[in-house]
Each structure stands twice: as structure tokens, then as C-alpha cells.
């Protein structure tokens, strides 16, 4: 069993950066793992996946260069470090353990921690 608890959102201005972690309690330095966003109205969509090790990383198109998720496996968390944020970048953001790691199938969610980016 793996429980992930996200933390590190807030409201910051268009232009500003926020670092987010997902502590997790349980093993997954075996999994692959990623960050989901879900803006208001809108579905659940991957942002960026790492593998087990940190050294295959995968972002989004919307996010690249933005956006640079790392992984810690001694301390179990996972970070998503968020640069030039932009309006479009609100919304509920979750970590997650992946099912595979070439995809977005979640096996594990957080709760999510909220990102509010204002124009």
C-alpha cells in the first residue's frame, strides 16, 4: 500500500515559480511516477513522468522548459518544480505511482495540492 500526500501550492502572479512534493509513505522506489493537473472544467491530465530512477523524464508540450520534476528516492518524495507559471497552469495538482511507465495509467493518487496562478 502507498499513500502520497502532495504539498507546495498556492496563488502566485503569472511569471512566478512554485516547488511541489509529494511525500510518500510505502514503497515506490519501484514505480514510475508522475504529476497530474486538473484545471476547472476540465479532465485529469498528465503534466510530467519520471521513471524509477529519475533518469527517463517526460513532460507535456504545454509544460516543457517550464516545469522539471525530480524524484528523491532516499526520501521517498517526488518534486515538480514550477517556473514561469502561467493563468493556464491553475488548477488541482497530483502525484501519482504509475501502472506503466511508458504511459498515464495511475495506480496510487494524493489528494492534491491546488496552484492558482493569477494574470
Known amino acids: 500500500q502507498v499513500q502520497l500526500m502532495e504539498s507546495g501550492g498556492g496563488s502566485v502572479q503569472a511569471g512566478g515559480s512554485l516547488r511541489l512534493s509529494c511525500a510518500a509513505s510505502g514503497y515506490i522506489s519501484g514505480y514510475c511516477m508522475a504529476w497530474f493537473r486538473q484545471a476547472p472544467g476540465k479532465e485529469r491530465e498528465g503534466v510530467a513522468r519520471i521513471n524509477t530512477w529519475g533518469g527517463s523524464i517526460y513532460y507535456t508540450d504545454s509544460v516543457k522548459g517550464r516545469f522539471t520534476i525530480s524524484r528523491d528516492n532516499a526520501k521517498i518524495t517526488l518534486y515538480l518544480q514550477m517556473n514561469s507559471l502561467k493563468p493556464e497552469d491553475t488548477g488541482m495538482y497530483y502525484c501519482?505511482?504509475?501502472?506503466?511507465?511508458?504511459?498515464?495509467?495511475?495506480?496510487?493518487w494524493g489528494q492534491g495540492t491546488q496552484v492558482t496562478v493569477s494574470s
Open positions: 501519482a505511482t504509475l501502472g506503466s511507465c511508458g504511459g498515464w495509467v495511475p495506480t496510487y
